[in-house]
Every structure is written in structure tokens, then in C-alpha cells.
């Protein structure tokens, strides 16, 4: 009868690890779930603070539709944001004049994060239009997120070769000089006052929503050009 008893004993034992283990995977799982199926507005209080004037800004400015995206350019996220959410934002909504989009900078990532965000905003003193060739070339030549590629040097060559709108020397001084490292950082300090805390962070008229799904993204937009 012992050995019998220590059997039902050990199994028991085995069964009560089983079914913790199943309750905290699935409990695992459930928060997985609950956090990627956390979409459309947020309850995020509104944006202030950004005046599209200031910032680069893309769209007609009568456009009803007002986007803001924060953004570091060496987030892969901010990447990801660019090479597949925005050419279908830009081609259905931008360029048809129903919407405006304003890019501010929160650039936190390292170092090299603060230069890109100088050189961009070099980039915008020069030529306000040209500021969307460096957003464009920026992102489709990010490097590694762990490396400091974005050096002065590799950011004049990319500005020399991709957008000759702008003169690529003075944006080379600038940098040297940190012309526009204020501007960065007030931009950071704007998306910090407005309890931003991860990039992209994109907003539709003031409220913020899930910048890295198409579709919410594009029912936010709807919802406001709907009036709903």
C-alpha cells in the first residue's frame, strides 16, 4: 500500500506542476494577446504643443485630416512605420489632399540618434520640401539599431547623394557646429510632455493611435474624415 500511496503522491505532484505551468502560459499568452490586440485610439491624452508650421510638414495645409508622427531614425519600428505604412498614407490620403503630416523628432536611441535628428533639421532649414528625400533616404539606408552608423560623415554623403536640393557642405558644418541640436532636443522635450514613451507615435488629429497597423491607422483617419 506505501509504494501505491507515494505512486498517487508523486502524481499528484507531477499534475499540480502541470496545470501551473499550463495557468501561467496561458495567462502568458492572454497578456501577449491582450498587448498586441491593444489597437485604433488610445486613451492617450491629446497632442499639443506641435505647430505643423514649425516642424516638416507634408499636405495641403486646408487638408481636415492632421497626422503627427514622432520618430527616431534609427528605430526599426520608426523603419518599418516608413516602408509600409507611410507610401499608402502618402498616395491615399496625403496626396489627395485629405491629409496633412507633420514629422517631429524624438530621438532617444543613442548618440548618433540626436546627429540624424540635426541633420534632418539642417536638411529642412535648407529646403522644407527636401526634408521628405532625407526622411525617405534615411530610412531606406538605416543601419544596425546596437551601431553608431549615423555619423556626420555618413549622413553628408547620404544627403550629397540623395537630396542635392540642399548644399551638403553647409549641413556638414552644421553638424560640426551643432547648429541644430537644440532644435532636436526640443522636439524631445515636446514628445516627453506629451508622455510619449516608444516610437513610431503617431497622432490623428490630436489622438493617438496605432501607427503600425495600416488598417487602424486608416480607420482613424476615416473616423475623422467621416465626422464620427
Not at 34 to 51: C, F, I, K, R, Y
Not at 110 to 130: F, H, K, L
Amino acid at each position: 500500500m506505501t509504494p501505491k500511496k507515494k505512486k498517487s503522491s508523486i502524481f499528484d505532484m507531477q499534475t499540480l506542476i502541470v496545470l501551473t505551468l499550463v495557468l501561467f502560459v496561458g495567462l502568458g499568452v492572454y497578456a501577449i494577446f491582450q498587448s498586441v490586440g491593444q489597437t485604433g485610439e488610445t486613451d492617450a491624452p491629446p497632442l499639443t504643443g506641435v505647430d505643423p508650421s514649425a516642424h516638416p510638414t507634408i499636405g495641403q495645409a486646408s487638408a481636415p485630416v492632421k497626422l503627427v508622427e514622432f520618430g527616431d531614425f534609427k528605430c526599426p519600428a520608426c523603419k518599418m512605420f516608413h516602408d509600409s505604412i507611410w507610401p499608402v498614407i502618402k498616395k491615399e490620403y496625403i496626396d489627395t489632399g485629405k491629409a496633412q503630416m507633420t514629422f517631429v523628432n524624438f530621438q532617444f536611441i543613442g548618440p548618433d540618434s540626436i546627429t540624424a535628428g540635426m541633420a534632418g533639421e539642417a536638411v529642412y532649414r535648407q529646403n522644407p520640401d527636401a526634408f521628405w528625400k532625407f526622411y525617405e533616404a534615411v530610412y531606406a539606408n538605416q543601419g544596425e539599431e546596437s551601431k553608431q552608423w549615423a555619423t556626420p560623415e555618413f549622413l553628408t554623403d547620404l544627403i550629397r547623394k540623395h537630396v542635392p536640393e540642399v548644399d551638403a557642405d553647409k549641413v556638414a558644418q552644421d553638424l560640426a557646429a551643432k547648429t541644430h541640436e537644440k532644435d532636436v532636443l526640443d522636439d524631445n522635450r515636446l514628445a516627453q510632455k506629451n508622455q510619449i514613451d516608444g516610437v513610431p507615435a503617431v497622432y490623428v488629429n490630436g489622438k493617438k493611435v496605432n501607427g503600425l497597423d495600416l488598417n487602424e491607422l486608416k480607420a482613424a483617419i476615416e473616423k475623422e474624415l467621416n465626422g464620427k
